[in-house]
């Protein structure tokens, strides 16, 4: 028993190991019982058998004697039949009651609980006893004992009499319904059925608290009712169900919401929920979780609303995973997104990724009041915060903000430069930004960029442009140059851009493609015919 | 209904068990320091120290009991769960109490220094007559603050298996269990789970026997005896829907506390023997709150407690959703609460009360259950109800066909038709007799049946107890008060 103990304490239950050592306490037992019942007595530190010591050990730690003998069990019992399933329950429980350490619970309990049918155990428990229950003992024999000389003496009146077994809608009433007949095995399974969803004794708990707080007369109620929430909050909280904790923090602030002056008694709930370690431990289980559980930890963030702000971003700042980050962004960039004030002190962080998070909020709060705390940033020595900070300040789109990316169109990083003129794109900036672009786009090396940012380039300068950005276009459609031909991917979007300006000279420019020998600046060109007409229909 | 894990919220009575634990370290540290150095010494004089901070800071007004029974180590009754390392310097103490055959020490506020020397220091002297010689000593030493107990002996026959037995320990906890939530403090729920085992045990074992037992009416206070009757049928109730011992035992503790909260509403209201006006009408109807809350209050949140909680508050709940607390959200009623709600009203309308001329036979209380069910009760439970009882319950007193009056002591066995149940002669023919209506004589023909039912003195019903078995409550009783002898008179005994 020892041995299979230690195993199942140091193993999981499905280590072989664990399982061997189970199988031999099985077959231990076997032998042990083949004659009939076997009786150990229990000491502090040893097992006995018949008075002769049969487990002796001075380490109480890990003892199975001190288990027993510390709960109140004096000796056991076992009878023949016990098997080795039995036997496994036995040795978990035994495991159980190390780690119960709770006023109300005990391996008494716990053994009894589970009920194991080859297994006696006798506790030296003297609850039931004392001085109370002689007293009560005797009273009772004394008030029974004068009601049966009264009852020689008591006038019996008659009274209705019914066969009560009509109403049971048998096939059979009256006197010949038997005891065992009555309730059909049907109607059982149906209740059964009927009563299966209450099994959710934490979700019935939850609704009987919001019952006692919508309806309490007292503060007092109210304040008890508040605190077993925060108890069942906190508790499903830390076990991480987070659907029952959402839909409970909904249905209290409904009730809440009804409250009228008593309505901040119940803000306790939710910011008993403000708990950095659980909700770090919520968001570090993130990867494990499918995407069900990305869905439940940002509905129930999001409940939480402004009061945890403050925390979700401390939070933000310490998280690593690439999911929680993402939750945190999305519950905290949700409706009116967070105060200037709370992101504003972690902008100038010298981790990359915090500064980076921190514009991304301040992008998507939209706050013209950002723009000066962005211009900085732009500057960042960090690409991947520079960049971000190129689409916060075309999100936030004040006229300050194309001269800022104007001036990035020729930052040293790609990334940048493409997400600078995308976002100029967007904004539709004045003329004298075009000049910049066509600067850009006549670079010397703009040929050697990478596809993405030539495709970003032409298709903003398809947006943007005029006649005036016709003839470079033109000429880089038709790809001569002194050193190299000019890659198909970068005359095939020049075309693009000829056939968004649509203006006459970016239709006959487009025309003359049309002659090309390649087939697919042919196509490309018919298109941008097709997309300048589409526009000129358009205008008309 | 079963097989959810047992989750415990998080805030429960740690803390008073530290409190215990770690009074109980520090007197046997003290214990064992005083053996090994002078009563002078500075160890000494600083484990007492110790131990009278700890007396001090959580018992300062109230008096605090140590004492050992078959080697468990009890703090004022609650069982102390030792650890490993706290092991050594508690079995110095056990073995110092067994050596004297002390069964506790009790430590009243305002416990001295000087009186703790001395009592340790006795403690760790030869003992040549045990406790009489020991309590001498004390008596000379004149402590006024620190008073020795006899040990308990113990019972040779486990307490459990007598339902008699079973059923004052049932009261007993009862009325501990108001007591304690009357005085603000924490329910000993091992001692309470120990019961409601004892009676699921019971009632797996001989559940006729049982029930019998909850025909004991107005016995000392109702709320003591309805509370043990509703946990009583409850549980045989849940035993017809197949519940497993775990969720058995959950049921009977959810049944013994469902009326906890009728302790916050006036005695005036409850015993009131005329019609109550709206105010006090709502004052009673606000006791599944009160349940609720002071539930809430106990601070020990399992699943257990939390069951009993919900089913504390909908016991007064219909089936149909009528009754009270007038409910905003919930639809629907657990399958606790239902159970709890038949067993309840059954043994309520049943039961004398003051506002009442005349108490509804047993067998009138079946039949308010079946007009009452599908709208205030769960028809399956009540059909269940019917089959557990019978059509005539225990304490229903019937006239038969052959001119006796008899008291149903038993119900029908399973094979039996409902209307056949145990009885007890009471009138006519050879009263004390016992006999079975299901019996048939040569001729295959039941000699006796029921013709008539009557309330004897508009009480209800009678006790369904024979005279044996009430006859054997004062052996029994007498028992139990020989294992706790009355202190000697010279001794100081506190308990």
Redesign the interface.
């Known amino acids: 028993m020892q041995k299979a103990y230690r195993a199942i304490r140091f193993y999981p239950p499905d280590h072989p190991l664990a399982n061997h050592c189970l199988d031999e306490l099985a077959g231990a037992f076997d032998r042990a019982l083949a004659d009939g019942t076997l009786r150990l007595a229990v000491?502090?530190n040893s097992l006995t058998y018949e008075e002769e010591p049969v487990f002796t050990t001075d380490d109480?730690?890990e003892?199975i004697p001190?288990i027993l003998?510390?709960?109140?069990i004096?000796s056991l019992t076992f009878r023949n039949g016990l098997g080795r399933d039995e036997a496994a329950e036995l040795i978990e429980a035994l495991g159980q009651a190390q780690e119960v350490?709770?006023?109300?619970?005990?391996l008494?309990?716990i053994l009894?609980?589970r009920?194991l049918p080859h297994l006696e155990y006798?506790v030296?428990?003297?609850?039931?006893?004392?001085?109370?229950?002689?007293d009560?003992?005797?009273?009772?024999?004394s008030?029974?004992?004068g009601?049966?000389e009264?009852?020689?003496r008591?006038?019996?009146?008659?009274?209705?009499?019914?066969?009560?077994?009509e109403?049971?809608e048998l096939d059979a009433p009256g006197?010949?319904?038997?005891?065992?007949n009555?309730?059909p095995e049907e109607?059982?399974i149906?209740?059964?059925r009927e009563?299966e969803p209450?099994?959710d004794?934490?979700a019935?708990?939850g609704?009987?608290?919001?019952?006692?707080l919508?309806?309490?007369t007292s503060d007092?109620?109210r304040i008890?009712?508040v605190?077993?929430l925060e108890?069942?909050a906190?508790?499903l909280l830390?076990?991480g169900d987070l659907a029952r904790l959402t839909h409970l923090l909904q249905?209290t602030a409904a009730?809440q919401a009804d409250l009228g002056e008593h309505a901040d008694l119940v803000d306790d709930v939710f910011e008993g929920m403000l708990d950095k370690e659980r909700l770090r431990a919520s968001l570090d289980s993130l990867d494990a979780a499918g995407p069900g559980g990305r869905q439940e930890l940002t509905a129930f963030l999001l409940i939480l609303g402004e009061r945890a702000h403050r925390l979700l971003i401390e939070l933000l700042i310490e998280s690593g995973g690439k999911q929680s980050r993402h939750v945190l962004l999305d519950v905290l960039t949700a409706g009116a997104g967070v105060p200037l004030e709370l992101v504003l002190p972690h902008l100038g962080d010298p981790r990359w990724y915090v500064a980076r998070n921190m514009v991304y909020l301040l992008g998507r709060m939209k706050d013209p009041r950002a723009m000066p705390h962005l211009e900085p940033v732009l500057a960042h020595s960090d690409e991947r915060v520079r960049k971000e900070a190129a689409r916060s300040v075309g999100a936030i789109g004040e006229r300050s903000s194309v001269p800022v990316l104007a001036a990035l169109l020729s930052d040293p990083s790609p990334a940048v430069r493409v997400v600078a003129v995308r976002q100029l794109g967007r904004l539709r900036p004045p003329a004298e930004v075009l000049s910049r672009l066509l600067l850009q786009v006549r670079a010397r090396d703009f040929s050697t960029r990478s596809e993405g940012e030539i495709d970003a380039f032409l298709d903003t300068l398809g947006q943007l442009g005029d006649d005036s950005a016709v003839p470079l276009l033109d000429e880089l459609w038709r790809g001569r140059s002194f050193f190299r031909p000019k890659p198909l991917h970068l005359r095939l979007f020049a075309l693009r851009a000829l056939g968004q300006i649509g203006t006459a000279s970016a239709r006959q420019s487009l025309s003359r493609a049309l002659r090309s020998s390649d087939n697919a600046v042919r196509r490309q060109a018919r298109r941008g015919l097709w997309e300048a007409n589409r526009q000129e229909a358009a205008s008309q | 209904m079963s097989g959810q894990p047992i989750t415990p919220l998080p805030r429960c009575d740690a803390a008073a068990r530290e409190d215990e634990r770690r009074l109980v370290h520090r007197l046997a540290v003290a214990l064992r320091t005083t053996g090994f150095h002078d009563p002078g010494n500075t160890a000494v004089q600083g484990a007492i120290a110790e131990f009278l901070r700890t007396v001090r800071t959580r018992w300062a007004h109230e008096q605090v009991w140590v004492g050992v029974r078959n080697r468990c180590v009890f703090v004022n009754d609650e069982r102390l769960r030792i650890g490993p390392s706290d092991y050594l310097n508690v079995r110095y103490l056990m073995d110092t109490f067994d050596r004297w055959n002390l069964g506790g020490i009790t430590f009243q506020p305002g416990v001295r220094d000087a009186e703790m020397r001395s009592v340790l220091y006795e403690l760790n002297q030869k003992s040549e007559r045990g406790l009489e010689e020991l309590a001498a000593r004390a008596r000379a030493l004149g402590l006024k603050h620190v008073e020795l107990t006899e040990p308990e002996r113990e019972s040779e026959e486990p307490a459990a298996h007598l339902p008699l037995r079973t059923y004052s320990a049932c009261l007993d906890v009862c009325r501990e269990i108001q007591e304690t939530v009357r005085e603000h403090r924490h329910i000993r729920t091992r001692r309470l789970r120990r019961v409601t085992q004892a009676v699921v045990d019971q009632l797996l074992e001989d559940e006729s026997a049982l029930l019998s037992m909850t025909t004991i009416k107005e016995f000392d206070d109702y709320l003591f005896t309805h509370s043990t009757n509703v946990a009583i049928l409850s549980v045989a109730l849940g035993q017809r829907l197949g519940f497993d011992k775990r969720t058995l035992g959950d049921l009977c503790l959810a049944a013994f506390l469902h009326d906890l909260g009728k302790i916050l509403v006036p005695k005036g209201i409850l015993e009131k023997p005329t019609q109550l006006d709206p105010g006090e009408r709502a004052q009673i109807q606000q006791h599944p709150i009160h349940a609720v809350i002071l539930l809430l209050e106990q601070e020990q949140l399992n699943q257990s407690t939390l069951r009993a909680i919900v089913a504390g508050f909908e016991h007064h709940i219909n089936l149909d959703l009528s009754g009270y607390p007038r409910l905003t959200r919930k639809n629907s009623v657990t399958l606790f609460g239902r159970i709890i709600c038949v067993a309840d009203r059954y043994d309520a309308i049943t039961t004398r009360r003051s506002y009442r001329k005349t108490t509804s036979t047993p067998h009138e209380g079946v039949r308010f259950l079946l007009e009452h069910s599908g709208t205030q009760f769960e028809p399956v439970l009540v059909k269940l109800f019917l089959e557990m009882l019978g059509v005539y319950p225990p304490g229903t007193v019937v006239g038969l066909s052959s001119g006796e009056v008899g008291v149903v002591r038993r119900p029908p066995l399973p094979g039996s038709a409902l209307s056949r149940p145990q009885i007890r002669v009471v009138r006519g023919g050879d009263p004390g007799t016992i006999l079975d209506l299901a019996d048939r004589d040569a001729a295959g023909k039941h000699p006796r049946s029921v013709v008539a039912v009557l309330n004897p003195d508009d009480d209800g019903q009678l006790p369904a107890l024979c005279g044996a078995e009430i006859e054997a409550l004062g052996p029994i009783g007498a028992m139990i008060a020989e294992e706790v002898p009355d202190p000697p008179a010279r001794l100081p005994v506190a308990r």
């Open positions: 000491s502090e109480l730690r003892s001190f003998f510390r709960d109140g004096r350490d709770k006023a109300d619970h005990d008494v309990t009894w609980e009920n006798q030296a428990d003297p609850l039931l006893e004392g001085e109370s229950s002689a009560g003992l005797r009273q009772l024999a008030q029974l004992q009601k049966l009264e009852e020689k008591a006038r019996l009146v008659r009274t209705p009499h019914a066969d009560l077994t109403s049971l006197d010949e319904v038997l005891v065992g009555v309730v109607e059982l149906q209740l059964e009563l209450e099994q004794i934490l019935e708990f609704i009987v608290l919001l019952e006692i919508a309806n309490a007092e109620d008890v009712a605190r077993g108890d069942l906190s508790s830390e076990w249905e009730v």
